[in-house]
Structure formats: C-alpha cells, structure tokens
T-cell receptor, first 116, second 110 residues
Framework: DTAVSQTPKYLVTQMGNDKSIKCEQNLGHDTMYWYKQDSKKFLKIMFS???????INETVPNRFSPKSPDKAHLNLHINSLELGDSAVYFCASSLWTSGDFTDTQYFGPGTRLTVL | EDQVTQSPEALRLQEGESSSLNCSYTVSGLRGLFWYRQDPGKGPEFLFT???AGEEKEKERLKATLTKKESFLHITAPKPEDSATYLCAAPGSNTGKLIFGQGTTLQVKP
C-alpha cells in the first residue's frame, strides 16, 4: 500500500548517458512534483504537474525533461548526464484544493543518482 | 526574498533531554508552515502543518508552535528513535512553491 513510489532506488551511470526515473502515486492526488536534494540536504523544487499540465518549471538545464502520462505518474528523463547531476531526486504528490501549493505534499523514498 | 532558515544545523541530546528546534521564515502572507521528518536514505515524512500564529499541534513527543516570524518544534523527553533530520518549509509569497530550510539533524543518545 505504498503511497508514493519511485524506481529505481539507486542509479549509477557514466557521464553522457541518458537515464529515467519513474514515480507513481496511489493517493488520488492530482499534483505531482520533482525535487532535488543536494549533498547538504537542501530540497529544491524542479518541476510540478497538475492534471498532466506543467505548472512549475524551475531554472534547470533543459537536459531534464519531465513527463506525466496521467495524474498518477510523473517521470523524469535526464539527457547527457553530468557529474553535477549527482544527487537524490524525490517525487512528491499533493491535492490541489486551493489552486496553489498549500496542500500537504507526500514524498517518495527518493532515487540516489550517482554520475561517474 | 522569501527565506526559511533552521537552527541549529545539528543537535545532540541525551535521551530524556528536552529541547527545541527553530524555523524562522521571511514570507509575507504565510499560507502554511510544514514540518517533515527525514530518516537517512528515506523521503521526508509529513509531521505537521500550522496555518496561523498561536497555533500548536502535537504528536507523541513532538509539539510544533507558530509565531508571526518563526516556528518551533519542541521535543519532550526524546528517545533514540527520534533521531532524524527535521525539515520545515513554507509556500513562497509570490509563487507558492514550497521553500525548505536546510534542516536540523537531531541525534539522541541513549
């Protein structure tokens, strides 16, 4: 009965490769997010989708491309991986009751990406 | 500029030694202050949401309080299983996107 799940848990790859991370939520939420947590544990929003529509697109390299096939899924594809992309990536989801981001966000277990 | 700052960065307590974690924010028109707990290798786990100054919420040994400038997470008689990183966050005043503090890593020794 996992609420927000991500795959894979760990991802080790070489510079220049392309990789994807998948996220699924079974909470019935209509908004999903991607966050990046750096080595100092700072969590920073990258993207957000509401009902499959992109509503947040932070200043991240365009090598990062999110895709939401439906309300319950949000994937993150990363092209031409660089050393600086190494981090933990978290997916989250929430309701959208007020039309803003004040609903509680529930996080997945994270994907630790290591670029060699 | 909206900011959320937590202190201290790290806190070591003996089991049973009560203390408080601080989260100060500079966000106009606060629309919620969130507390999360994060264990090593796991995602943040939701603890509390506070919406207005004076509000308090409790869960086991944790109590969160909110003023107009800061929030406190009080830990009463902590146990080793309370060891974790505690994160606070607030929606930004313009975009509403959650802004996280850098966290306080709590270690409770038996």
């Amino acid at each position: 009965d996992t609420a927000v799940s991500q795959t894979p848990k760990y991802l080790v790859t070489q510079m220049g490769n392309d990789k994807s991370i998948k996220c699924e939520q079974n909470l019935g939420h209509d908004t999903m997010y991607w966050y990046k947590q750096d080595s100092k544990k700072f969590l920073k929003i990258m993207f957000s989708y509401n009902n499959k529509e992109l509503i947040i697109n932070e200043t991240v390299p365009n090598r990062f491309s999110p895709k939401s096939p439906d309300k319950a899924h949000l994937n993150l594809h990363i092209n031409s991986l660089e050393l600086g992309d190494s981090a933990v990536y978290f997916c989250a989801s929430s309701l959208w009751t007020s039309g803003d981001f004040t609903d509680t966000q529930y996080f997945g277990p994270g994907t630790r990406l290591t670029v060699l | 500029e909206d900011q959320v700052t937590q202190s201290p960065e790290a806190l070591r307590l003996q089991e049973g030694e009560s203390s408080s974690l601080n989260c100060s924010y500079t966000v106009s028109g606060l629309r919620g202050l969130f507390w999360y707990r994060q264990d090593p290798g796991k995602g943040p786990e939701f603890l509390f949401t506070l919406y207005s100054a004076g509000e308090e919420k409790e869960k086991e040994r944790l109590k969160a309080t909110l003023t107009k400038k800061e929030s406190f997470l009080h830990i009463t008689a902590p146990k080793p299983e309370d060891s974790a990183t505690y994160l606070c966050a607030a929606p930004g005043s313009n975009t509403g996107k959650l802004i996280f503090g850098q966290g306080t890593t709590l270690q409770v020794k038996p």
